[in-house]
Structures are given as C-alpha cells and as structure tokens.
C-alpha cells in the first residue's frame, strides 16, 4: 500500500484539512503540543517528517526527544488520518484529479458495429476431422 501525504494540498484536492488535522493530531499525542504554530512557515516542497521536526522545535521540543519519537509522530499521524479520511469519496477525488492524464480514447463506432457480418458462435461439438480428446 502507498499511503501519501501532502499537507499543502497539491497530490489530492482538499485532503489537506484532514491531512494536518492528523498531523496536528499527531504532535498532540506524542508531544503534547496542542497548537502547533506554522504562521510564516512555508510547507509546499517539503517532507511531514520536515514540517513535524520544524513544529515541534518552534513549540520548544528538543531536538533529541523529536528524533526519539519520530516514528511514533509517524504512527500516530497515519492513524489519525485513515480515522478522517473517507476512501470512497477520496477515491474519486483521485480519479478525477487524474482524468486529465488519461489518454483519451476514441468513441466506439456503433454504425460499423452494426452493418459487421455476425460472428459464428462457437460449437459444443469439435470441428469435422478434428482429433478426439478423451479424460
């Protein structure tokens, strides 16, 4: 399974609510940081693993502990977001923010479908001349 995640919103229209909602969500539970302050941050280009440590170090984490705890911010963060997210609605979001990358096929031909001689139906009984098969 590929699970992605894009707190600014740019691989699956908006799931970035819910995507930091998990990661806020996340440095509560492991850290106990309730209001993590990303005012002048900037987010696009970079990793979750890159905006928790940034978080948590502008909440006054040190260093030390957010390497120690890295993996269960991780944890904590996949959990809460599969709580958030609803797989069929995300699913079409998905599929609708790739349609435009799908090639496009041409429409099928119904006329020619309709004027083509009708195909022979295959026979329960082997061909003249053809070997017998027995089990």
Do not use: K, N
């Not at 806020?24 to 693993?49: C, Q, S």
């Not at 502990?65 to 958030?84: E, F, L, N």
């Amino acid at each position: 399974m590929l699970l992605l995640f894009d707190i600014d919103g740019t691989l699956l229209l908006r799931a970035a609510d819910a995507h930091r909602d998990a990661i806020y969500e996340a440095l509560r539970v492991v850290h106990g940081v309730t209001e993590p302050d990303r005012r002048g941050m900037e987010v696009a280009g970079r990793t979750d693993a890159d905006i928790s440590r940034s978080l948590l170090v502008h909440a006054g984490v040190s260093a030390d502990q957010i390497d120690a705890r890295a993996d269960d911010v991780r944890v904590a963060a996949c959990a809460a977001y599969g709580r958030s997210f609803t797989w069929a609605a995300s699913a079409a979001q998905f599929a609708s923010a790739l349609s435009p990358l799908r090639p496009q096929q041409p429409a099928p031909d119904h006329e020619a479908a309709r004027s083509a001689e009708p195909r022979s139906r295959p026979s329960a009984q082997p061909a003249e001349g053809a070997p017998q098969l027995s089990l």
